[in-house]
């Protein structure tokens, strides 16, 4: 019975943080609308970074322009399997940091996905002008940020026998 019930508050838990990180992207989005739309860029740090309003409709670097049925079921793909691997991560602080991952990308791709459904495009707002980088949102920073410490856990932290939960299906061959 515990472990039935430890799922489901495992799944909660994500739920609601999940809920909170979205929550913040879209208080800064609507931040952005009310401040930055038809404005002038806010130079924060003179040839660093600025907050600029963007309207993306597309994906990163202009890709995929206009295509928001793509990127809606891109999410819906994308959170559903974020759902089914979630429920196989061990419990324990061993996996915490695998866990936090799996919100954050959960939280980016729907944070994403309420613009795009709402409005037909992405709120973004943060440029960073030294390197000319496409301007961005929370959402892409969550979802950025999860998938490097993703990679940096299995290829540095997690021991390949921790991550036999993560094989879709087991060779018994092998």
Not at 3 to 8: A, L, S, T
Not at 107 to 136: C, E, K, T, W
């Amino acid at each position: 019975m515990d472990g039935q019930f430890g799922k489901v508050r495992d799944y909660l838990t994500a739920a609601l943080c999940c809920a909170a990180a979205v929550l913040l992207d879209q208080v800064t989005k609507h931040l952005a609308v009310v401040h930055l739309k038809l404005q002038r860029e806010i130079v924060l740090i003179r040839g660093v970074f600025e907050l600029r309003y963007l309207e993306n409709r597309g994906a990163a670097f202009g890709l995929f322009q206009n295509r928001q049925m793509f990127f809606v079921c891109a999410a819906v793909v994308i959170f559903l399997l974020i759902g089914f691997f979630y429920g196989r991560i061990p419990g324990g602080l061993k996996f915490l940091p695998m866990r936090i991952c799996a919100v954050l990308i959960c939280a980016g791709a729907v944070g994403n996905l309420i613009d795009r459904i709402r409005y037909q495009y992405v709120v973004d707002f943060f440029y960073f002008s030294l390197i000319d980088f496409p301007i961005f949102n929370v959402a892409d920073c969550y979802a950025v940020i999860a998938c490097i410490l993703f990679a940096y856990l299995i290829l540095f932290f997690y021991k390949e026998e921790e991550l036999e939960w993560f094989a879709f299906f087991k060779n018994k061959d092998l």
